[in-house]
């Protein structure tokens, strides 16, 4: 499985497996014109079976604005990948993640926007490999 983080600029990615319910930052990429090639590549390469995409919701769990942008960005990648493509609540991964990274890290080191997608990716994933195969 493939989990996606997806902002403007940036998708952050992870990799995790159903059996092991093990899910790891894997990178981020560009949300650019290269994008779907670029993760066709990692689909291939990972045997991707499902990709699931982080459904933002405000602190009440209502869907926002910006839930509707991923929606209508997954609707269009699914015309464009194999795999098929599932939701999950996203709230909070990103403070979640960053908090990670600073326990995890040096802290002098800066944390870069993109380590913390790839872990938010990651938290996605964990919850819905927990959701699912719990």
Known sequence: MLALDVGERRIGV???????????????????????????????QKNVERIVVGLPRNSIGEETKQSQIVREF????QSQVSPEIVFQDESLTSVGAEQTLKQIQDSKKPISKAEVD?????????????????
């Open 14 to 44: 992870a990799v995790g497996d159903s059996e092991v319910k093990i899910a790891v930052p894997m990178t981020t990429l560009d949300n650019d014109d290269n994008f779907v090639l670029s993760l066709n590549k990692i689909i291939i």
């Open 74 to 77: 997954a609707k269009s990648l």
């Open 118 to 134: 790839a872990r938010a990716a990651a938290i996605i994933l964990t919850d819905y490999l927990e959701a699912n195969f719990g």
